[in-house]
């Protein structure tokens, strides 16, 4: 196995973060890793926006549901949508840009955003450091809009945290990977016996790092997925332009 492989092949999230900074030259290279991915049709249509002030991330941690680790790690890295960069572009050719108000427009983006958060991961985790993915910026999307200063037509979406290790974590166990590669065609006939198997391997793992509130992925799913957990979505990505209703 390669170096690039063993990086992916050991991911797992970090929510423990030493106060060593992450220097300014690993820093470029994990952002400009991801300036490098490819997004649909050239559009670039993601901004990041690199947040070290130490006072903005606590306020970020806040916003995103009291998540410590935020406050923490030296680095957090908001992955935004931005059709107000690609707006630009289409006005300069004379046209007038729908895309960000239709479900194709938020999907693209959503990929374009993903693609850009695991190219961040792979590079950070390249340089030894450790990462974790926070969607809880979503829970207030309107306060991460006006602390970041973001205008009409983006949407903070995801961010990162970055920084050097403190308390490392064992992998978190997978899903069967049948459940998850289906070659020629789609199977779901393992999926019930998969989830059960897999429902008894997370409380494993739970007791093997000593998380006493730890539940079933189906349990957690059910708590999550019985509601839109984030209901300010929609009306401020709404607000901000960004339709989704063609
Ligand atoms: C898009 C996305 C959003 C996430 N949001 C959060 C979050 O807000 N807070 C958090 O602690 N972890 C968050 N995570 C981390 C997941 O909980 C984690 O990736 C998952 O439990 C698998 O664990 P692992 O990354 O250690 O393998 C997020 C992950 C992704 C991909």
Redesign the pocket.
């Known amino acids: 196995m390669n170096e690039t492989l063993r990086t992916q092949h050991s991911?797992?999230?970090i929510?423990s973060y030493k106060a060593d900074p992450v220097s300014d030259a690993m820093l470029d290279q994990i952002v400009a890793a991801a300036h490098r991915a490819p997004t649909s049709m050239n559009a670039q249509d993601i901004s990041l926006i690199v947040v070290r002030d130490a006072e903005k991330r606590a306020r970020i941690a806040e916003l995103?549901g009291g998540?410590a680790w935020v406050a923490q790690a030296p680095v957090f890295i908001v992955i935004a949508i931005d059709y107000h960069k690609t707006d630009l572009g289409v006005r300069k050719a004379g046209q007038a840009q729908i895309i960000h108000e239709s479900m194709e427009g938020f999907g693209v983006a959503a990929v374009d955003a993903g693609i850009a958060l695991g190219t961040l991961i792979t590079a950070a985790e390249s340089l030894g450091l450790g990462i974790?993915?926070?969607?809880?910026i979503r829970r207030n999307p309107q306060d991460m809009i006006d602390l970041l200063g973001l205008p009409p037509l983006t949407f903070p979406l995801?961010g990162l945290c970055i920084g050097h290790i403190g308390d490392d974590?064992p992998l978190?166990p997978r899903l069967d990977i049948k459940t998850f590669r289906h070659d020629e065609r789609y199977d779901a006939s393992g999926y019930a016996a998969a989830i059960d198997a897999y429902d008894a391997e997370i409380m494993d793992y739970w007791q093997k790092i000593g998380n006493k509130n730890g539940i079933s992925w189906s349990s957690n799913l059910g708590n999550f997925y019985k509601q839109v957990y984030f209901p300010q979505v929609k009306p401020v990505a709404t607000m901000q332009g960004l339709l989704n209703d063609k």
């Open positions: 991911h797992r999230s929510r995103a998540q974790v993915p926070i969607g809880g995801v974590m978190k």
